[in-house]
């Protein structure tokens, strides 16, 4: 990496760093999440239903996203794009928290809901999709202006 991509990498890192920092300082990305529509992943119906395909995000602004599996089937829900370039505040699955800084997917085995609280970082558009299941529709995408 020269040191002009270096420094463009760094600059970019700190000022997404320091938007998570403003609004954690004003007690923003805890207490004041909005919470995002329910992502449901099956149906009674049909196993391979999904509720919502697009969602539309700022950047700085905390969120919190339901996603709730039907049970049907084991699903991994892939989001690499998405998880790179948002700061994560927690997970929380069945009351329990999970506090972590990176996420690679999240694994439904049978029915449940994990809900993730986070903040973009960065604008762009990011592919989400159930391994293997895109194909049969579901995916979808995070639009982060």
């Known amino acids: 990496m020269t040191r002009t991509a270096f420094a463009a990498l760094a600059a970019a890192v700190g ?3 320091a938007v998570v920092e403003d609004a954690r300082a004003a007690g923003d990305l805890a207490t004041k999440a909005t919470k995002l529509p329910e ?12 509720s919502q395909t697009r969602y539309e995000l700022e950047t700085g602004k ?4 339901p996603i709730t599996s039907s049970g049907a089937k084991e699903m991994a829900f892939l989001a690499p794009e998405l998880f790179d370039n948002i700061w994560i505040n927690q997970i929380v699955i069945n009351h329990l928290e999970v506090h972590t800084t990176v996420v690679r997917h999240l694994e439904f085995d049978d029915a449940g809901t ?4 986070f903040v973009p970082i960065r604008t762009g558009t990011f592919a989400w999709e ?13 639009v982060v202006k």
């Open 62 to 65: 905390a969120y919190r996203l």
């Open 114 to 117: 994990m809900e993730l609280y």
């Open 130 to 142: 159930i391994e293997g299941l895109a194909d049969r529709g579901m995916k979808g995408t995070f």
């Open 15 to 17: 000022l997404a760093l």
């Open 39 to 50: 992502l449901k992943l099956g149906a009674p119906d049909n196993d391979f239903a999904v």
